[in-house]
């Protein structure tokens, strides 16, 4: 439990819980919504930490098989992660 308290936390000061205009989201993230806050929603960070960890995992699993795992950005900011 304390891990997903520290997962949380760090994606809260991150700004994670942060989502898109209401004007342009897209209704499939609809149960992944927890409000509305001034015309933008706000994610519920308990889903995303309990997606992040069923994604660790799956990863994990993929890496321990042998394949590779192909990780695609189309921001900027990512650019820096590239190797």
Do not use: C
């Not at 990863?59 to 190797?83: D, E, M, N, P, W």
């Amino acid at each position: 439990m304390e891990q997903n308290t520290s997962l949380q936390q760090q994606l809260l000061d991150a700004g994670v819980h942060f989502g898109h205009l209401k004007k342009k989201w897209n209704p499939k993230m609809l149960p992944y919504i927890f409000a509305e806050k001034k015309g933008i929603h706000i994610i519920d960070l308990n889903k995303t930490t309990e997606a992040l960890q069923e994604t660790a995992a799956a990863l994990k699993q993929i890496a321990r098989s042998g394949k590779k795992i192909l990780f695609v950005g189309t921001k900027k900011a990512g650019k820096r992660y590239r190797y």
